[in-house]
């Protein structure tokens, strides 16, 4: 390796770094985009069901949930727990 590539090689990583960085800030937004618009088809597919009889309580929704791989199920006045696909850090914590 040549010494007088290595400013260009760093300065080229670097690069990279942000990019990926950013790649990676907008995959987790889909993700949580995702993960919303995913509560909201299922709130409204048991609504759904529950209109053609198909679903007698509320906790058959919950064992539903739970058996996708969901943990707590929200109502309509609390806040759910997604059970999220990747973890992310803030720069302040690296």
Partial sequence: ???GNLGEILK???TQ???LTKASESVLQELSNLQGEEE???RKYYAIMSEHGKVKKV???H???QKHGHG???TDTEIGNS???VTATSKEEN
């Fill in 63 to 65: 064992e539903f949930w």
């Fill in 72 to 74: 707590k199920v929200s």
């Fill in 40 to 42: 909201m088809m299922m």
């Fill in 1 to 3: 390796m040549d010494p």
């Fill in 17 to 19: 770094n942000e990019l």
């Fill in 83 to 85: 059970t999220a696909l």
């Fill in 12 to 14: 080229h990583l670097e």
């Fill in 59 to 61: 906790q058959e929704l």
